[in-house]
């Protein structure tokens, strides 16, 4: 079964601390690698795409891929509260994304 | 201007009842999605059209049926309700598949 883990959380850190949040995926072939963000009650939105190895940055969130790892990695800097919301994790696999559980991040004022 | 769109965002009704939830998007996107999120939250795909054509069917039963009558809709219908069917019911879109998916703001199911 082709899945992606995530630690389910919640992960707490104080504002303007780096939240770490990590993802594993279990299909070689996956080539698209996404962070979603889902607060209570909304739909899930995009954060970061990320399609090769490396770093990608855009503002305080940095996305980080090790394919042979088979790992994938958010960190998101001067952490906000209203970053409290939590994470999903996805990888495309044969024409669909298959998503993590998700990361529950409390950012403490 | 609503990228993806979703009606209704409520749907509260009876076991054995069907019921339809619909879906549209207006970013030109060629694939359209189902997923359901159940109470734990677990966010999982349920159908994928790309073109008005059915590409993935996720071990669904049959008491539910997507229909896709133009790229830009993909409507859910579901007959004989039950009780496990309650959920959040989320359509996305997407450019291709593998692409970045573009989520609606979701309906929520509650049979009882």
């Known amino acids: 079964q082709k899945e992606v883990e995530q630690n389910s959380g919640p992960l707490s850190v104080p504002e303007g601390a780096i939240a770490s949040l990590n993802c594993t995926y279990s299909d070689r072939g996956s080539q698209s690698f996404f962070w979603y963000r889902q607060y209570s009650g909304k739909s899930p939105e995009l954060i970061m795409s990320?399609?090769?190895?490396g770093d990608k940055e855009d503002g305080r969130f940095t996305a980080q891929l090790n394919k042979a790892s088979q790992y994938v990695s958010l960190l998101i800097r001067d952490s906000q509260p209203s970053d409290s919301a939590t994470y999903l994790c996805?990888?495309?696999?044969?024409?669909?994304?298959?998503f993590g559980s998700g990361t529950r991040l409390l950012v403490r004022p | 201007d609503t990228a993806v769109s979703q009606t209704p965002k409520y749907l509260v009704t009876q076991m054995g009842n069907d019921k339809s939830i619909k879906c549209e998007q207006n970013l030109g996107h060629d694939t359209m999605y189902w997923y359901k999120q159940d109470s734990k939250k677990f966010l999982k795909i349920m159908f994928s059209?790309?073109?008005?054509?059915?590409?993935i069917n996720e071990t669904v039963p049959n008491r539910f049926s997507p229909k896709s009558p133009d790229k830009a809709h993909l409507n859910l219908h579901i007959n004989s309700l039950e009780l496990g069917d309650s959920a959040v019911y989320f359509c996305?879109?997407?450019?291709?598949?593998?692409?970045?998916?573009?989520f609606g703001p979701g309906t929520r199911l509650t049979v009882l």
């Open positions: 059209y790309n073109n008005k054509e059915l590409i």
């Open positions: 996305a879109s997407s450019l291709d598949a593998d692409d970045t998916q573009y």
């Open positions: 996805a990888v495309s696999s044969s024409y669909k994304l298959i």
């Open positions: 990320i399609y090769s190895n």
